[in-house]
């Protein structure tokens, strides 16, 4: 059974930080993204990597802000997110795919998605 498990959102003042996580199993992975989803907003695009090579890509709006990471002993992939504004407020989900071999900025790129991690930034 594919799983994407996250965690690490919270509520955070305009200028903290949070590093959300994203733990895979089930099988092998090739790219994976982290989306989000403000309320009355569709869900774009944050932050992807390739699970293998490392390559990384970034939406501008975090460029400089955010990182995406892996760590592949524990198959788990991180989005350190670091001076947060009151924008970045949204649900947060990771997204895997087992297919592509490159980072898709859009939903229908993805097969595997997870729960959902709230991140509430005051201002």
């Known amino acids: 059974q594919v799983q994407l498990v996250e965690s690490g959102g919270g509520l955070v003042q305009a200028g903290g930080s949070l590093r959300l996580s994203c733990t895979a199993s089930?099988?092998?992975?090739?790219?994976m993204a982290w989306f989000r989803q403000a309320p009355g907003k569709e869900r774009e695009f944050v932050a992807g990597i390739i699970w293998s090579g490392g390559l990384t890509y970034y939406a501008d709006s975090v460029k400089g802000r955010f990182t995406i990471s892996g760590d592949n002993a524990n198959n788990a992939r991180y989005l350190q997110m670091n001076s947060l504004k009151p924008e970045d407020t949204a649900v947060y989900y990771c997204?895997?795919?087992?297919?592509?071999?490159?980072?898709?900025?859009?939903?229908?790129?993805?097969?595997?998605w997870g729960q959902g991690t709230q991140v509430t930034v005051s201002s």
């Open positions: 997204a895997a795919s087992g297919v592509r071999n490159y980072v898709p900025r859009v939903t229908s790129g993805y097969e595997y």
């Open positions: 089930g099988r092998t992975f090739y790219a």
